[in-house]
């Protein structure tokens, strides 16, 4: 399917005949899209350090400037927007009134690689995927941690731990709205694995979810999974392709659920912002 091919859904989740509209391409490349309760999203320029907001009213404004070359954004259950800020490679909480808050500054004394992207567990436990890719604006260039890992930071710690250390390259992650399950892109392998989430947030028994690597990720409120790369990838729980969604970039980073009703998909794709109606919903 071409991206000027009709894209309506036949299983139900795209409204009727709607396609992805373009909202602007103003954009040097956009990352880690994340709705707050009201259904504003927020995402990241991330090459110009720019944290910016879409409004439930359509307009578009900058939310941050200087904001730590963030990549990957979650909002926690107290309305903070948790950022992967890869600049000094940091864990941020973001205040709705834009003062940050430190999280995560290193692993057992070292570096992380560069937090890329973040879940938070409905317990405010939180997710993170830390692959190597090497920025130009960093003085180091090599990494200080063996591997590339995914980490759980405890609710009210500083010190994350490990919990996996089996990937290639670990980038897109998101989790059941239950915190029974998590689900983790690895890119370095274009695979995409599923976790059980133990009581202390260790994951356990992995399963091969599908066998498609991923940038950015989401869910909705049937349980499907929505990958990212070459435009917007849609599995059924059971791991069944049940839709794409052509994106015309070359791109297609990150995707999440916004709008008054948190049925609207809004997708970041290169240089692109774009909003595609739903008959599903996000969950968080």
Known sequence: MTASENTTSTTGIIAGQAKPELISKQFAFTEGPAADKQGNVFFTDQPNNKIWKYGTDGKLSVFMDDAGRANGLYFDKEGDLIACADEKNQLWAISPEGEVTVLVE????????????????PNGGMYLTDPYYQRDYWERTKPE???????????????????ADDLVQPNGIVGTPDGKYLYIADIGDNKTYKYEIAADGSLKNRQLFVAQGSDGMTIDNRGNVYLTGKGVTVYNPAGEKIEHIPIPAEWTGNVTFAGENHDMLFITASEGIYTLPMQVKGVQ
């Open 145 to 163: 941690i063996e591997g590339e890992n995914v980490y759980f930071l405890p609710k009210g710690v500083t010190e994350p731990v490990l919990v």
């Open 106 to 121: 290193n692993y057992e004394g070292h570096l992380l690689n560069g937090p890329n992207d973040v879940w938070v567990a």
